[in-house]
């Protein structure tokens, strides 16, 4: 068995909505059925027994070493807890090529699960051993590293339950939710408004302390030290008992409390100089650890923290009874787990030892031995949710403290008897105030009710009925794309609104091109949905992208699919038939929002087809409103764009909008076919996101087809008083489409300049000349200087087969060169002449048509 290639699909896809690895599987013939391959089955099984069932009921077809491979993946996920359930196998028109697609959670996991899903194959096979629990470990592992924390998991969570979009920009928690203009960014538990002033007051504690004084917050006294024999001179000033801590630290790492000796302050005061240079002293507060959480002008949640500790049962040493406690399952070394596992340090054992323990004495039945007094869930301790015992007095000392700091989210921590009476009455006080606090103690207490902080913090992000969403627009089919992108673009640009587009010609932002190349796949698309000055955003989705990543989209608010015809890439990627690319095609249909559209050619059957993959409303256009599917959708009071006498016709039940050919100049009065389906298409989008008619109106009268607002789309250039068209059509269908335009265009004589994209099928090649042969007398082949994987002239070889025969052609000249053969067609043009140029190099090729059409005038 062998992987020839491994793609990530970040987003919906071709298999699923699920992210997915897709890999492409060679079988040897004895590996097609592994009914062919005695004693296989049980040995694997023997090696991994969850895998599940290989023979599910009215199965048929053989089971393949790719559909293993298929379980084995998905199943190892699973099994070291990570949430998939999606994974399929299909066999290509390749004898023994399989497509495996299988769900992950987290990249890397998913293809450390793919990795070692062939290891288990292979040691099946070859009847060697494999370590199942060292390969669940490392699957285990790796997820804890690589997945989101609890604090960032919990808001991610609450916003998807919203409906909010988002995107992990850092392999950590930086966090980007919603869309262009209305992102919102996090980290952790801290969001992009909080300063980054109120962020470094937060972090010093003495400055911390005497705002709060200032605003009546009761706060414990003390001081920053130079040393230890400062810190101890601190203490006796102060007072014993003594909290010895940095001045800059969070998760109470290096923090002591409730220090009674000059020996316990010295390692106390080592333990916090490692966390920071600077450590300081106050006096301790006895009572109990609260932490309150903040968020805005609210408290949301409460619970108070208790610190690690062992209950004796007369007969295991304290080190065993912490090893009992550690082997609870919601422990575990980080903060992947509501509890993080007791360590044992200096700290530790100084605190034992206040206590008249050792690290191997065994405590009395039912003693109760505390390992340090800090009480952080980061060290070990536990939480038990009391917001409900919160008294209103104490709620607004914490609300105070935080706005006080300057934070949005706040973790106020208090030492008290009780959060239920005032501080002020118990002698408690605020001991600290944390930015970025943990969230994991009020999400899954030890004791007590989770609280819905994520939600909370995702609320004062977002208002109530505020998803974060930008309108986005997804436009795919054979033919169109660019122009239809670039019209839905001017069109929503009419609004005021902030365009961002993507297009097979660069990314554009308000009309300024900030990116260049073939920018129509998912990196460009997220690229734009991360701008701020984006308002809504329109993309170019091509075949290619939606192979190699998926969308880039969760959904779109609106999907437009042109057509689907022939030479659309056809033969690569497995993509064979005008059917397996509809199915390509169809992905941003399945993907509209439910309160969303897919704008759809009736007149393609394939396309209309599409509408019963769409979870939303569907709008349906063609020239002839008489189509049945017209007929039918426009009867049941459904939203249909035709053409009548001359007008494009947008119908909803009894509403009727006009829209008169004459003032829409891309359709040239409607003579050419193609850009009368761009401009319903474009139409329908605009209908679709809900901009006003007269807006759509005025866009449509404005928006030209030259080479700075579509170039390579239809650009008609005057030379010497010939007419010159550039366009960058390149399969037949475009080819035909453009054959249709030019023939309603008067001309004394026709001739065209084309090459071939290597990467297309001979026939779709050979079809191009074909179709040209009988309409132009005149033909200039050139040969591109990419061939795409073809040899030194197999292209214009393919090319000339289409011209035998041909019914108009009599001249055919071949050169070498995109320019060669544009100055060579021109030079043969006279006044009254009509040439069509198939251009390659959109951008050079325009220039140098331009720079000839401005000299030819200058001569003139």
């Known amino acids: 068995m062998e992987v020839s290639r491994i793609r990530a699909l970040r987003g919906p896809n071709i298999w699923s909505r699920h992210t997915s690895l897709e890999a492409v599987i060679g079988c040897a013939a004895a590996e097609t059925s592994i009914d062919q391959m005695p004693g296989f089955e049980e040995r694997l099984r023997a090696r991994f027994p969850e895998i599940g069932s290989f023979h599910p009921k009215g199965r048929t077809t053989p089971i393949s070493m790719a559909n293993v491979l298929e379980a084995a993946t998905l199943c190892l996920q699973a099994e070291a807890g990570c949430a998939v359930s999606f994974s399929r196998t299909q066999a290509t028109f390749e004898q023994g090529v399989f497509q495996v697609a299988v769900e992950y959670t987290e990249e890397e996991v998913g293809r450390l699960a793919l990795e070692l899903a062939r290891d288990l194959i292979q040691s099946a096979t070859e009847d060697k051993a494999f370590d199942l629990q060292e390969a669940l470990l490392r699957l285990r592992n790796l997820d804890e590293d690589r997945r989101l924390g609890p604090s960032t998991g919990a808001i991610v969570d609450a916003a998807v339950a919203r409906g909010v979009p988002y995107r992990r920009l850092t392999s950590g928690s930086l966090v980007q939710f919603g869309w262009g203009s209305k992102q919102r960014r996090i980290q952790a538990a801290e969001i992009d408004s909080t300063s980054a002033i109120a962020e470094s007051i937060a972090q010093d504690k003495e400055l911390t302390k005497h705002m709060l004084r200032a605003a009546g917050v009761p706060v414990p006294f003390g001081r920053p030290v130079a040393d230890a024999e400062d810190a101890w001179a601190a203490a006796l000033e102060i007072g014993l008992p003594v909290v010895v801590k940095p001045q800059d630290g969070n998760q109470g790492k290096g923090v002591t409390v409730n220090i009674v000796s000059r020996e316990h302050l010295e ?78 340090d200096d700290i530790v054992i100084a605190r034992l030892g206040v206590q008249g323990y050792a690290q191997d004495s065994i405590p009395p039945k039912g003693a109760r031995v505390v390992l340090r007094n800090n009480a952080n869930l980061s060290t070990g301790g536990t939480a038990t949710d009391v917001t409900e015992d919160v008294h209103p007095e104490v709620a607004a000392r914490a609300i105070d403290a935080a706005q006080m700091i300057g934070l949005d989210i706040c973790g106020v921590d208090l030492v008290c008897d009780s959060v239920s009476q005032a501080l002020e009455s118990q002698g408690g006080g605020v001991v600290e105030v944390n930015a970025a606090p943990g969230l994991r103690m009020h999400i899954a207490p030890s004791y007590g009710k989770g609280r819905a902080v994520g939600e909370a913090v995702v609320a004062s992000l977002y208002p109530e009925g505020d998803n974060g969403r ?127 559209l897919a704008v759809l050619n009736a007149a393609d059957p394939i396309v209309a087809g599409m509408a019963h993959d769409c979870p939303a409303g569907v709008i349906y256009f063609a020239e002839d409103g008489r189509l049945p599917v017209m007929a039918a959708h426009g009867a049941q009071g459904q939203r249909v764009i035709f053409v009548e006498e001359g007008a494009i016709i947008a119908l909803h039940g009894h509403s009727r909008q006009v829209f008169p050919l004459s003032e829409i100049p891309i359709t040239r009065n409607g003579s050419i076919g193609f850009q009368v389906q761009n401009a319903m298409a474009a139409i329908g989008a605009a209908w679709a996101t809900g901009i006003p008619w007269q807006s759509i109106r005025t866009g449509l009268a404005s928006f030209v087809t030259d080479i700075d607002s579509a170039p390579g789309r239809f650009n008609v250039f005057d030379y010497r008083g010939a007419t010159v068209i550039a366009d960058y059509g390149h399969n037949p269908d ?36 074909e179709i040209l042969g009988a309409a132009f007398d005149d033909v200039v082949m050139f040969q591109d200087a990419c061939q795409r994987g073809r040899v030194d002239g197999e292209v214009l070889a393919l090319l000339r087969e289409g011209l035998v025969g041909a019914q108009r052609t009599t001249v055919i000249d071949e050169v070498r060169g995109e320019f060669v053969a544009i100055d060579l067609a021109l030079e043969k043009l006279n006044a009254g002449d009509l040439c069509l140029i198939l251009i390659d190099q959109v951008e050079e090729a325009l220039a140098h048509i331009a720079a000839r059409v401005a000299k030819a005038e200058v001569s003139a």
Do not use: W
């Open 470 to 596: 930008i309108p986005v627009v997804a436009v795919t089919g054979t033919n169109g794309k660019t122009t239809t992108v670039r019209l839905i673009a001017h069109l929503l640009g009419e609004t005021g609104l902030r365009v961002g587009m993507t297009t097979t010609d660069g990314v554009y932002v308000q009309g300024r091109r900030i990116d260049t190349g073939d920018c129509a796949g998912p990196k460009s698309a997220r690229n734009v949905l991360m701008n701020p000055d984006v308002d809504a955003a329109v993309f170019e989705t091509a075949r290619g992208g939606m192979l190699r990543e998926g969308l880039a989209f969760d959904y779109c608010k609106v999907a437009v699919v042109t057509n689907i015809g022939l030479g659309d890439h056809l033969g690569l990627n497995y993509i064979t038939t005008v059917e397996d690319l509809a199915v390509l095609k169809r992905v941003i249909v399945q993907n509209v929002a439910p309160d969303g």
């Open 734 to 769: 475009a080819v035909a489409a453009l054959v249709r335009a030019v023939e309603s265009m008067p001309a004394k004589r026709r001739s065209v300049v084309i090459s071939g994209a290597g990467d297309r099928r001979d026939a779709d090649i050979r079809q191009q000349t």
């Open 267 to 344: 390692i106390a005061y080592r333990a916090a100089h490692e966390c920071r240079d600077d450590v300081m002293v106050e006096r301790y507060m006895p009572g109990h650890d609260f932490r309150l959480l903040v968020v805005g002008d609210k408290l949301v949640a409460a619970a108070r923290r208790d610190p690690p500790l062992v209950i004796g049962d007369g007969v295991h040493t304290v080190i065993e009874l912490i090893d009992m406690v550690n082997a609870d399952p919601r422990r575990s070394d980080g903060h992947a787990t509501s509890l993080t596992k007791m360590k044992v």
